[in-house]
């Protein structure tokens, strides 16, 4: 079945980087694009961004504009993830999840980034 | 960027119960609206796309129905797996793709 593994724990420093892995199973990363979104202590849930199937096309949400990478190695079945200037703001849960018409479906365990001053 | 508003932000209720919770859009979206139910500690699950199409396996008490900048998901029944913050999320590959700010559900 189709599942998407994420990298385990993390903690940086303070404008450090950041780099989360997404593995796919059951799917061609190719054939999809992949959504990441993540979730700090006790908040909502914030969208970060995607990246189209090709590898061609990326959106990110405006306030991560230039701080933030998505990327694909077709050859790896991964989707990755690089936030950079980091802060304790940063400190979440990071989400990769892949895009169907219907939506992000299914999502990856999560990622739990701690940043530290 | 289209913002998405969520109320209530919190709704107590009981097993059997019917609630709705209401998501705006701040400019119209069609019906490129889904939504979400997330558990603690759990990723967020996918309930409902393009505003009122059930995803495979969610069971029938869940519905969705809205187009343009009104949407509202209506649990018809509530049971107690059902307990859980719900959010709705306009997507589409043009925009960012904005999440509302949840409704949590807890139990009366």
């Known amino acids: 079945q189709v599942q998407l593994v994420q990298s385990g724990a993390e903690v940086k420093r303070s404008g450090a980087s950041v780099k989360v892995s997404c593995k796919t199973s059951?799917?061609?990363?190719?054939?999809?694009?992949i959504t990441w979104a993540r979730q700090a202590p006790g908040q909502g849930l914030e969208w970060l961004g995607w990246?189209?199937?090709?590898?061609?096309?990326?959106q990110y949400a405006p306030r991560f504009q230039g701080r933030i990478t998505m990327t694909t190695d077709t050859a790896a079945n991964t989707a990755y993830m690089e936030l950079r200037s980091l802060t304790s703001d940063d400190t979440a849960i990071y989400y990769c999840?892949?895009?169907?018409?219907?939506?992000?479906?299914?999502w990856g365990q999560g990622t739990l980034v701690t940043v530290s001053s | 960027d289209i913002q998405m508003t969520q109320s209530p932000s919190t709704l107590s209720a009981s097993v059997g119960d019917r609630v709705t919770i209401t998501c705006r859009a701040s400019?119209?979206?069609?019906?490129?609206l889904a939504w979400y139910q997330q558990k603690p500690g759990k990723a967020p699950k996918l309930m409902i796309y393009?505003?009122?199409t059930l995803e495979t396996g969610v069971p029938s008490r869940f519905s969705g129905s809205g187009s343009g900048t009104e949407f509202t998901l209506t649990i018809s029944s509530l049971q107690p797996d059902d307990f859980a913050t719900y959010y709705c999320?306009?997507?589409?590959?043009?925009?960012?793709?904005?999440f509302g700010q949840g409704t949590k559900l807890d139990i009366k």
């Open positions: 059951g799917y061609r990363v190719s054939t999809y694009g």
């Open positions: 999840a892949r895009v169907l018409p219907a939506g992000a479906i299914p």
């Open positions: 999320q306009h997507y589409d590959n043009y925009s960012p793709n904005t």
């Open positions: 400019q119209s979206i069609s019906t490129w």
């Open positions: 990246i189209s199937a090709n590898n061609r096309n990326t």
């Open positions: 393009r505003a009122s």
